[in-house]
C-alpha cells in the first residue's frame, strides 16, 4: 500500500484526536510509523493500524476504515482540488475514479494498486457500484463516496447488495444521492 494513505490516516487520527493518539496506534500496532507518500508499505501495515483504532474504540475494523474515508475527503480535496473541479455533485465526481482519478494516482504513486469499481443506472436514479480489491476495503471506499457527497453539500444512503467479506466476488453497493440544501 502507498505512503500516501498511512499520511491520510496518520493527518486525519492527529487532526481529530492529537498526536498522542496517534502514537499510541501506532505502539498498539507494534509500528514506526516511518511512512513517506512515494513509498509502498505492506497491507498488513495498514491492518494492524484499523486493528489498534477498532480494538481502542470498541468499534468493527469496518466503521474505522468507514470514519477514516469520511474525515480523509476534505484533505483530499484541499491537496488535490483538480479533481474536484468541474464536478456540480457527487454522483459524477465518483464515476470519474476509474478513468480520471486513479490514472492520475498511478503517475503520481508509481505502483499504486487501486482497486476497480464499476457502475450503472438505476431505473429509479440510484448508482450500482461494483468494487473489487484483494485488499477488500469497501469500508474505506463507502467513507470516501460519504465523505464525496458531504463535500459537495449532499448525503447518500449506501445499500450493501454484495460483499467480498461474505464470500461474493465483488462487493456491490447502491448508492442514492439527496442534496443538503444550499451549497
Not at 508499505?41 to 483504532?53: F, I, R, S, T
Not at 474525515?71 to 455533485?89: I, N
Not at 477488500?136 to 467513507?143: D, E, I, S, T, V
Request: glycine share 8%; proline share 5%.
Amino acid at each position: 500500500m502507498k505512503g500516501i494513505v498511512f499520511n491520510l490516516l496518520e493527518d486525519v487520527v492527529t487532526r481529530t484526536h492529537g498526536e498522542h493518539v496517534w502514537d499510541a496506534l501506532l505502539d498498539a500496532a507494534e509500528l514506526s510509523g516511518s511512512y513517506t507518500s512515494l513509498g509502498s508499505y505492506p497491507d498488513e501495515q495498514m491492518g494492524k493500524l484499523v486493528q489498534a483504532a477498532s480494538n481502542a474504540l470498541n468499534v468493527t475494523p469496518g466503521e474505522v476504515l468507514r470514519w477514516f474515508g469520511q474525515e480523509a475527503m476534505p484533505l483530499l480535496a484541499q491537496r488535490y482540488p483538480t479533481f474536484f473541479r468541474g464536478h456540480q455533485s457527487s454522483r459524477p465526481f465518483i464515476v470519474s475514479v476509474n478513468q480520471i482519478i486513479h490514472p492520475e494516482v498511478r503517475k503520481l504513486y508509481v505502483g499504486a494498486d487501486v482497486p476497480v469499481f464499476d457502475f450503472s443506472d438505476a431505473p429509479d436514479g440510484a448508482l450500482t457500484l461494483g468494487y473489487r480489491s484483494p485488499r477488500k476495503l469497501c469500508a474505506l471506499a463507502q467513507g470516501f463516496i460519504e465523505g464525496a457527497a458531504a463535500h459537495f453539500h449532499e448525503s447518500v444512503a449506501v445499500e450493501h447488495q454484495t460483499c467480498m467479506h461474505h464470500g461474493d466476488a465483488e462487493c456491490r453497493m447502491r448508492l442514492s444521492f439527496s442534496t443538503n440544501g444550499a451549497g
